[in-house]
């Protein structure tokens, strides 16, 4: 199979979209003669036009609130941000609007088809509040959908099915990802929601990880299994729906759970996974239930104490080896 | 060129209106409503002059005082009111409360926190530009919530496409308790929206007619793809902020009696009368007629039943992502 980057990916996507669908467009910050600040729309003014493909001025609740609108009007936008970071400009569009319109209206028939796709997490030499993770937020917003791929043939698939779902879409796209290759498909296809990956196949541990965070958990579970301990591995892909079923699955064949998030530690998806574990799965576990997370506090920008902040391949075998040698 | 039967529809509305807002305070204070009531009494006449020029397909997004604008639009008193009361006839089947919506009659719907209505109109004018419709959208906004940014960011986006959006900023001096000159340092809304490059017109608000014929005049210039516009209309309201405020601890008992002698209602039933275009005793007909109507409203609303669990799920399938839950 033909191996392309994730940020390729990403691309593909948007102008397949955007070919087989008139109602799909796109709006944001420098996406349309400049191609995006990470460069994921160059050539798509050219292609479909000033009108589809929207630069817009700098203004963060102008662009979601008038993707909500266009979406409650039957169009599909994808609205990029050039940081998700920016999403606390316009928490208001997404939380209120985006998410509730069609409740709190309940006019037969609304709906809110929008995506909002952007980079985020700690790239190179990344500070705050542009470097941070803010996915775990939206998951206490009722009609919000996340996504985090992990893989370029994650990327394509589910930013397609994004386009073609009827809710608001929130699309994390790592910015350590962007230049990563992957196989993915010629063919069309799309990957549906909530269905987590097995990433690497494991009977000791179980770890979940979602996004950019999936690489140190493998090369964690490589390292580990020089160590006779056999981890698997689940990359998440949607925290919202969340596929409770792949991950308990493999709990209970494990009996140990570590959870990593790139996002500070209090109530991020990470406490959530572990708190349904405590509920449904309490009688598999043979340990406590680990998380490996950055602190409760910005992040810092010398690199040095970026490396101790964020979750790495060390602190992840630690906490995996801590849940093997439990008792 | 207003004729004599949109003269008297105009104050039919109007006083359907005033009809039925004085007995939902009633039903308010009677407990058959819960939660929080905004009433308009007093400005009728900018909400009601400012909806009659839109078509059935043009988009109504009201402010939270929006029961005149709501009936103006050609919605039923009693799916407004059964949706107040929580009742299952209500236009969201009693789940929605106080946000009211049909979208067969156009009317889209209010942002919770206000001034969101401004970003939104911003997404139905750009649909209405992409789907090459003639639709018009009419943002109705008070005073108070022009000092938010997403009026900066809205109406820029609106005149930088020329969308065809129609600002309608009903200016009753206050936003809650705080006076207009409390809020902002200078007096007219549209003042600050010519540095936007928005065209505006300060009109007064209380006179229905000439609130007709400039938001007339602003709506075919809309449709004919010239661009927004913004009417001003100066008014009162009679009435607190809501239905727990008094409305007395911020403004003196001699500034409010003052503008009850504007009332609009009068002016325009006076005007009909010393035109001839109906006699008094076809306007006490006419009265005895448009109470009647919230009478049956009530009574139908108070016989309606409550919304089952049933009828929740229906609504709620939208918020079902239908994750793979685990045991």
Redesign the interface.
Known sequence: MRHITFAEAIREALMEEMESDPSVFLMGEDIGIYGGARGITKGFIEKFGGPRVLDTPISETGIIGGGVGAALSGLRPVCELMLMGFSAVCFDEIQNMGGKWPFIHGDAGMKVPLVIRGPFGAGDGGVEPHAQCPESFFMHCPGVKIVLPFTPFDAKGLLKTAIRDDHLVLFFEHDRLYATSGAVPEENYYLPFGQAEIIRAGKDATIVAASYMVRPSLEAADQLAKEKIDVEVVNLRTLIPLDEETIFDSLAKTGRLIIVQEAYRTLGYAAEIAALAAEKAFGFLKAPIYRVTAPDYPIPYSIPLKKIYFPSVETIAREVRRAVNYR | MITKGLTLKLYETMLLARRFEKRMAELFQEGDIPGAIHLGIGQEAFAVGAVAPLRPDD?LLYSHRGFAHCLGKGMSPQEILAEYMGRKAG???G???V?????NLGV??V???QG?N??????????????GTDQVTACFFGEGTANR??FL??V??AV??KLPVIFLCENNLYGFSTSWDRAMATPHITARAKGLGLPGKVVDGNDVLAVYQAVKKAVDRARAGEGPFLIEGMTYRWRGHHEKDPGTAYRSAKEVKAWKKKCPILRLKRAIVAKKIAGARALYLLDQKVSQQVEEAIEFCKKSEYPTMGDLKK??A??D???????
């Open positions: 988009i236009c969201s089947n789940q929605g409360g946000h009211l919506a049909n979208m889209a719907g942002s919770g926190c969101g401004h970003v939104i109109a911003v997404g139905f004018g750009l649909a209405a530009k992409m789907k940014g997403t960011e809205g820029n986006m930088l496409y609504k709620i939208y918020y992502f239908k994750p793979r839950t685990w045991i």
